[in-house]
């Protein structure tokens, strides 16, 4: 049976920026009463109003207290979509061990937390989706090993609480490079550079939009048979 998103509550992390931004509007285009969660809570009031989502709150996914304090005072949520994050890059041979832990801390402990939070609130029939990235089948010699583990790691989660969370549906959408304010955050004055050399690589010699991988998660938390899955919405960039 599929499942409608019309009146259902569908909460975002991640939801002020980017693909987690474009996710939003398409949930609340196909009827969700979106509520958007955001490390800056200036950011995350602007988008919010700017786009008449229901609701904004904003937390910092690596501080378990600040997740609890954003969810208490929401009912229920029929569908948690966790995508908040940065790009942890740094080798494993000389980086800070602190800083290469974020890359779990944003992602593994983050779903644990924010599913510990919200408990039974969370509807027997929604879903939870996460988010990895082509890292996790492609890594990279640029000092991404812990980054793309982590988001390996986000896929097993997703199967292992497919089964413990059950009837939830849980999900992860595996990205490949996609053009949001993410990529300059990074690589500042090198990401037209950085663009202009993967692109010729790729197949269709373009990034994703953030509206094609946002499409993405609309589909898995509104496709009620989707379940344990993970979903590659990269172009192909896992074939070159
Ligand atoms: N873009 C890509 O090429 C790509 C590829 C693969 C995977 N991903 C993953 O996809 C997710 C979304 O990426 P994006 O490109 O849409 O990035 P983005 O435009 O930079 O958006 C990141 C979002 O996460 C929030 N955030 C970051 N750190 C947070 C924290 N500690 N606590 C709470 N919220 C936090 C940001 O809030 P503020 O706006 O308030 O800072 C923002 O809403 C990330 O996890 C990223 O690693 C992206």
Request: proline share 3%; charged share 20%.
């Amino acid at each position: 049976m599929s499942s409608n998103l019309q009146d259902r509550t569908i909460v975002i992390f991640g939801g002020t920026s980017g693909i987690g931004l474009a996710a939003a509007r398409q949930a609340q285009a196909a009827g969700a009463r979106v509520i958007v969660v955001g490390f800056n809570a200036a950011g995350a009031e602007r988008v919010a109003a700017e786009n008449a989502f229901a609701g904004w709150r904003a937390a910092d996914v690596t501080r378990p207290e600040t997740i609890a304090a954003a969810l208490v005072d929401i009912p229920h949520v029929d569908h948690l979509v966790l995508l908040a994050g940065t790009f942890v890059a740094g080798r494993v041979l000389d980086a800070e061990v602190d800083y290469l832990r974020r890359a779990f801390d944003e992602r593994i402990w983050a779903a644990v937390h924010t599913l510990r939070a919200l408990g039974d609130r969370l509807s027997r029939d929604g879903s939870v989706t996460f988010i990895s990235g082509a890292l996790a089948d492609r890594p990279s010699a640029q000092g991404t090993a812990v980054l793309a583990a982590a988001s390996a790691a986000m896929e097993a989660l997703a199967r292992g609480l497919a089964l413990e969370l059950a009837p939830v549906r849980v999900n992860t959408l595996s990205p490949g490079t996609t053009d949001t304010p993410l990529l300059a955050r990074t690589l500042g004055a090198h990401r037209d550079a950085y663009v202009a050399a993967l692109t010729e690589k790729l197949p269709q010699r373009r990034l994703g939009t953030a509206d094609e991988v946002g499409a993405a998660v609309v589909f898995l938390t509104s496709n009620g048979l989707m379940n344990g899955e993970t979903l590659h919405v990269d172009g192909g960039a896992r074939l070159v």
